[in-house]
């Protein structure tokens, strides 16, 4: 267990729909990561949050947006669903200093867009 | 661009005996590397990492060894079990900050065969 949770683990929605994936990290990380595993793109990098504050953008598409509350948890938004969107969504975080680059993952969320 | 490819998709091996599992970066400003292992059904898990200003790292039962000349980075496992059964990806921070801000690698398949 790497103390980072993430809900719901199963997810299915169709086309043109909007879901919110959750995440808790890990008792004393701030910075929280979200990562999109697909067969064809493997691991990818979507976005970094700090304490509240967007940090890093990577391959994230305009329809999906994420946010980091006061209380460290974040939540990833994906709109307008289509096809192509169904993956795994992993969140992961961090500790601060020297091994701010070890992120934790959680177990993930299986999206399925129908 | 950026890459991180690993040679071999699946590595099969006798329990017992030692693995190694090879990965080729692009990035010479990476100052990260970090081997994961993602079980059936996980998220991936951290298993070691090495910095750049080493050669070779070792932890319990593995063993990363970087070679910067050729950009070529290996996990070795020691006596591999059946537990060793799983995906291993590499990934890279990509330039010089210390982040979770990840490449990762496709992903070696590690089969043991009892």
């Known amino acids: 267990d790497s103390g980072v949770t993430q809900t719901p683990k199963h997810l299915i929605t169709a086309t043109g729909q909007r879901v919110t994936l959750r995440c808790s990290p890990r008792s004393g990380d701030l910075s929280v990561y979200w990562y999109q595993q697909s067969l064809d793109q493997g691991l990818q990098f979507l976005i970094h949050y700090y304490n509240g504050e967007e940090r890093a953008k990577g391959n994230i598409l305009e329809r999906f947006s994420a946010q980091q509350f006061p209380d460290l948890h974040s939540e990833l938004n994906l709109s307008s669903l289509e096809l192509g969107d169904s993956a795994l969504y992993f969140c992961?975080?961090?500790?601060?200093?020297?091994?701010?680059?070890?992120?934790?993952f959680g177990e993930g969320s299986w999206l399925t867009v129908v | 661009g950026e890459s991180v490819g690993l040679h071999l998709p699946t590595l099969s091996v006798q329990e017992g005996d030692n693995s190694i599992i090879n990965c080729a970066y692009s990035n010479s400003a990476s100052d990260y590397f970090i081997w994961y292992k993602q079980e059936s059904g996980k998220g991936p898990q951290f298993i070691i990492d090495i910095r750049s200003n080493m050669d070779k790292r070792q932890g319990q039962r593995v063993t990363v060894l970087l070679n910067k000349t050729v950009k070529h980075l290996s996990l070795q496992i020691a006596a591999t079990q059946p537990g060793d059964s799983a995906v291993y990806f590499c990934?890279?921070?990509?330039?010089?900050?210390?982040?979770?801000?990840?490449?990762f690698g496709q992903g070696t398949t590690l089969q043991v065969k009892p």
């Open positions: 990934a890279e921070n990509g330039d010089s900050s210390n982040t979770g801000k990840l490449i």
């Open positions: 992961a975080s961090s500790p601060q200093g020297d091994r701010a680059h070890t992120i934790y």
